[in-house]
């Protein structure tokens, strides 16, 4: 093992973490971010939990590479949040999937539904769907911000749950409302980020156009998000 040395992406996600939290990692795969977590003194404890034995397999060297032991870190072979309540986690990291994904693995545990609880989320795709389902389900994203990786600017959220239910507009739902009205457009990979967006929906957009099933409302979004150019 060369690096356990989390990507820009699970250092944004990390820099949510509370001081003192108890952390549960979803989908930990090697498990760099607990431990870098837990190394730095960040914290005292996190369960890292993956719905595969291999990705545990790789978490249980890392861990022991650098030294942590089972009393610190807990690995458990469950898909997504099942069983982790037991754990009594106070911050919780879903990263590296599918926005539809996290938003199927929170509507499946309801214990998150707890005002105390921070939820920091990092879709690899499809964030606007993650955003709809936060809004629509009685969930407050306090800010988010942009890490990249390679080629690709990624967004990470961190949550609270409040109540209530709210429906995003397409242009606060794709782009997120702390970059359409807040201090997230002042990121310097702002602008990189919403570059790859407008690409996404002007593909999609074009190919509609081309069977004539374009909408006002995909023509108004790509419209917004051309406005912050």
Do not use: W
């Not at 730095?40 to 861990?63: K, N, Q, Y």
């Not at 967006?197 to 081309?210: E, F, M, P």
């Amino acid at each position: 093992m060369k690096s356990v040395t989390p990507d820009a992406r699970l250092r944004a996600a990390a820099g949510f973490v509370r001081q003192g939290a108890r952390l549960a990692d979803i989908g930990t795969d090697h498990a760099y971010l607990p431990v870098s977590l837990l190394r730095g003194g960040r914290i005292p404890f996190a369960v890292a939990s993956d719905i595969s034995a291999g990705p545990l397999a790789h978490a249980r060297e890392t861990a022991a590479f650098v030294g942590i032991g089972e009393d610190r870190l807990a690995l458990v072979l469950t898909p997504g949040l099942r069983g982790i309540e037991a754990y009594r986690p106070t911050d919780i990291t879903v990263c590296g999937m599918g926005g539809e994904m996290i938003a199927a693995i929170l509507a499946e545990a309801p214990f998150v539904r707890d005002t105390d609880i921070r939820l920091i989320l990092q879709p690899m795709s499809r964030a606007q769907v993650l955003r709809q389902y936060l809004a629509e389900n009685g969930f407050v994203i306090e800010c988010e911000t942009l890490a990249r990786v390679k080629r690709h600017v990624y967004t990470c959220l961190c949550v609270h749950y409040r109540g209530g239910r709210e429906t995003l507009s397409p242009l606060d739902a794709y782009l997120g409302a702390y970059y359409t009205r807040g201090a997230g457009r002042e990121h310097p990979l702002f602008p990189a980020y919403l570059a790859e967006q407008i690409a996404t929906v002007r593909r999609r957009v074009s190919g509609l156009r081309s069977v004539s099933a374009t909408t006002a409302e995909d023509e108004e979004l790509l419209a917004g998000m051309e406005a912050y150019l």
